[in-house]
């Protein structure tokens, strides 16, 4: 992560701010075990739908698209806001404020015009996607649906020349990750290479980090990982995932973590054997670095494509 903030003095423009983050990001572990967000790199305009044994989630678009794997950006830095107010004993408010520039920093983006306007697209997708689920948070159930946003806006100066300097935003966070972050409190920091990790990536350093415990290593079926992560689970869509984990396992990027693929051959009637392929993510040793500089990557959803 860039480095931290100085704490600045007393100043007007910074009265009601919650920003800047002087720790990491963080993420809570309900949403990082299940795949609320798109992993496409286009807008997603088809639902998305998650169902195992006892979880369903059931996912609609905004007219822009349904949130994606990178608009949980704005999520994870309001965490880690959340998350230092709750470490200070402070009282944490559903509504938060903060500046571009510091999520900017935060998130290892550029200030550019570019990154201001996909902010702003972020914020739409993320209070314009619904989402309906029998997951709780808190100890409490949402019967109806809900948006990761309930509403945003952003203040900005306006220069002589007609120019607008984007000031600060101000968002209101839904109850149910309201609950999840404050109550359940099962938030974990993100380490500062995760921005730099496509979005199959991204998902897999997630899993990891919420799932190898005591053990150090968390095992998963192919199928089961797949659909965990947020892909397609159809056959031609299984054999494209399974190449791409050999592809991040021979390029071991993930921060903290090291994948493995494990295959075994179980006899059938009919003679040809059936090849079962479970996944192994594992925390890296003490001093152990990824073998290569993590890249954002060009990966997209896994379709039937």
């Not at 309900?30 to 609320?36: D, G, L, N, Q």
């Not at 199959?200 to 997630?206: N, S």
């Not at 003490?286 to 890249?295: K, N």
Request: with cysteine.
């Amino acid at each position: 992560m860039p480095a931290a903030p100085a704490r600045p003095a007393p100043h007007a423009d910074l009265f009601d701010l919650d920003s800047p983050l002087y720790s990491d990001v963080h993420g809570e572990r309900t949403v990082a075990e299940f795949p609320f967000f798109s992993l496409a790199k286009t807008p997603q305009m088809e639902p998305m739908t998650f169902q195992s044994e006892d979880v369903r989630i059931d996912i609609s678009p905004s007219p822009i698209g349904i949130a994606t794997i990178y608009d949980k950006e704005v999520l994870l830095y309001i965490a880690g806001l959340m998350a230092e107010k709750l470490e200070r004993g402070e009282r944490v408010e559903h509504e938060m404020s903060f500046t571009a520039h510091d999520f900017f920093r935060a998130t290892g983006a550029n200030a550019s015009v570019k990154s201001y306007t996909s902010l702003k697209r972020s914020l739409r997708r993320l209070q314009g996607t619904e989402i309906l689920t029998n997951i709780e948070t808190g100890g409490e159930g949402e019967e109806g649906g809900f948006s990761w946003l309930l509403t945003w806006n952003t203040s900005y100066a306006k220069a002589a020349d007609g120019t607008k300097r984007l000031k600060a935003v101000r968002i209101r966070l839904c109850d149910w990750l309201y609950r999840a972050i404050l109550k359940d409190r099962r938030i974990a920091a993100y380490h500062a290479d995760f921005f730099r990790l496509g979005p199959v990536e991204r998902r897999l350093y997630e899993l990891a980090m919420f799932n190898c415990g005591g053990d150090l290593s968390y095992e998963v079926g192919l199928e089961r990982l797949a659909a965990k992560v947020g892909c397609s689970v159809s056959p031609r869509s299984i054999a494209k995932f399974k190449r791409q984990l050999r592809d991040i396992a021979d390029g071991d990027t993930l921060p903290q973590y090291r994948i493995e693929l494990h295959e075994t051959r179980i006899p059938s009637p009919n003679g040809r054997p059936r090849v079962e392929t479970n996944v192994i993510l594992m925390r890296r040793g003490e001093g152990e670095e990824p073998a290569l500089p993590a890249t954002d990557g060009d990966s997209e959803m896994l379709s039937e494509g």
